[in-house]
C-alpha cells in the first residue's frame, strides 16, 4: 500500500511525522522558496520519471542565494533523497515532488539574515492542473515587479500575487489568470509561462517582464527548435495580441503544456489547440513520460517499492 514519505530535519520520514511549529518565521512572513518536480507515471515501464530534476534543485538554489537562504544539502544530494522518498512512497500515478528551503527559526521578527534554515522535500499523487484546454481571464492584479518581491526566484511570499489573481479568474468563471506587469505588457499566468503563435513564429515575455524564468518553458523552446524548426522570439506582448494571435498555450511544472482556447471571451484562432501547439503538446507528454530516447536523459527513473 502506497505511503507518503518526506524528507525533514535531515532524516527520511512518514509525512505524518513532518511538521513545523506554529512560531516557524517562514509561515509568518513567507521567508521561504521552493520547486515542484513531476513524477509522470509510465505503467509499461512500471516507474516514474522525474522531469528535469537537476535543473529543479539548480534553480532552487539561486532562489535561495537570491533570499539569503542556505539549503541543508548539496544539488546532488537533494536529488538521491528525492528519488528516495518517491520510490519508498509506492504511487503509481502521477506525483508532485515539493521541495522547500525555508527559514526555520521560531522567532518573530521581519527580517532575512542572522536566522536559521532548513529544507524540506514531500511528495504527494497530483493529477492534471488545468483542463485539457483552458479559458483565461486577464487579471485586474499585475504581476509584482523585480524591485518588490524578484520573480525570478520563486519565493513562497511572492504566489498570494498569484493565489488572488487564480481566484479572481475562477469566481469569474475562467479557468486560470494571465498577468499583466506593471507596464500593462503580458506577464505569466498564476504560475505558468505564455507562449503565442503569431504567423508561424512562437513569442513568449523575456525575464524583464517579470517571469518566472521556467523550466519547461525552456524545454518546449528546444523541442520547438529542433523537432519543429521553429525558434521562439523574447519580446514585450500588449495584451490586446492575444487576442489576435493564432494560437497560445501555457507551460509550467504544474500545467504541463496546456492550450489557451480563449482570452477574456474572445476565441483564440479557431477556438481550438491549433497545429503546432498540438504537435509541441504530443512531443512533450512522450518526453516527460519517457518515450522519447533522445531527450531521456531529462527524465530520472523511479520505481515504486512498497515497504511492508
Avoid at 521553429?230 to 500588449?238: A, F, N
Amino acid at each position: 500500500m502506497a505511503s507518503a514519505y518526506a524528507y525533514f530535519r535531515g532524516n527520511v520520514v512518514p509525512i505524518e511525522e513532518a511538521k513545523i511549529s506554529v512560531m516557524t518565521h517562514a509561515l509568518h512572513y513567507g521567508t521561504a522558496v521552493f520547486e515542484g518536480i513531476r513524477g509522470n507515471w509510465n505503467a509499461d515501464d512500471g516507474c516514474h520519471y522525474l522531469f528535469r530534476m537537476r535543473e529543479h534543485y539548480e534553480r532552487l538554489a539561486l532562489s535561495s542565494k537570491v533570499m539569503m537562504l542556505e539549503m541543508r544539502d548539496s544539488v546532488d544530494r537533494l536529488c538521491e533523497v528525492t528519488l528516495e522518498i518517491v520510490e519508498r512512497s509506492g504511487f503509481t500515478e502521477d506525483v508532485y515532488i515539493r521541495p522547500l528551503v525555508y527559514t526555520s527559526a521560531e522567532q518573530l521578527g521581519v527580517r532575512l539574515h542572522n536566522l536559521e534554515h532548513d529544507t524540506l522535500i514531500f511528495v504527494t499523487p497530483f493529477p492534471a492542473y488545468l483542463p485539457e484546454s483552458a479559458r483565461c481571464h486577464t487579471s485586474t492584479w499585475r504581476r509584482v515587479d523585480d524591485t518588490g518581491i524578484p520573480p525570478r526566484a520563486k519565493v513562497t511570499g511572492i504566489y498570494a500575487n498569484s493565489a488572488l489573481a487564480k481566484t479572481e479568474a475562477n469566481l469569474n468563471g475562467f479557468d486560470e489568470a494571465i498577468m499583466l506587469n506593471g507596464d500593462g505588457h503580458v506577464s505569466e499566468g498564476s504560475g505558468e509561462n505564455i507562449f503565442m503563435i503569431r504567423r508561424g513564429k512562437l513569442i513568449t515575455p523575456s525575464p524583464s517582464d517579470n517571469i518566472l524564468e521556467g523550466i519547461t518553458a525552456a524545454t518546449v523552446v528546444q523541442i520547438a527548435k529542433e523537432e519543429l524548426g521553429i525558434e521562439t522570439v523574447e519580446r514585450t506582448i500588449d495584451r490586446s495580441e492575444l487576442y489576435v494571435c493564432d494560437e497560445l498555450f501555457m507551460t509550467g511544472t504544474a500545467a504541463h503544456l496546456t492550450p489557451i482556447t480563449e482570452v477574456d471571451r474572445r476565441a483564440v484562432g479557431a477556438g481550438v489547440p491549433g497545429p503546432i501547439t498540438s504537435k509541441l503538446s504530443s512531443l512533450f507528454y512522450d518526453i516527460i513520460r519517457g518515450k522519447n530516447e533522445k531527450y531521456r536523459q531529462w527524465c530520472t527513473p523511479a520505481r515504486a517499492r512498497i515497504l511492508s
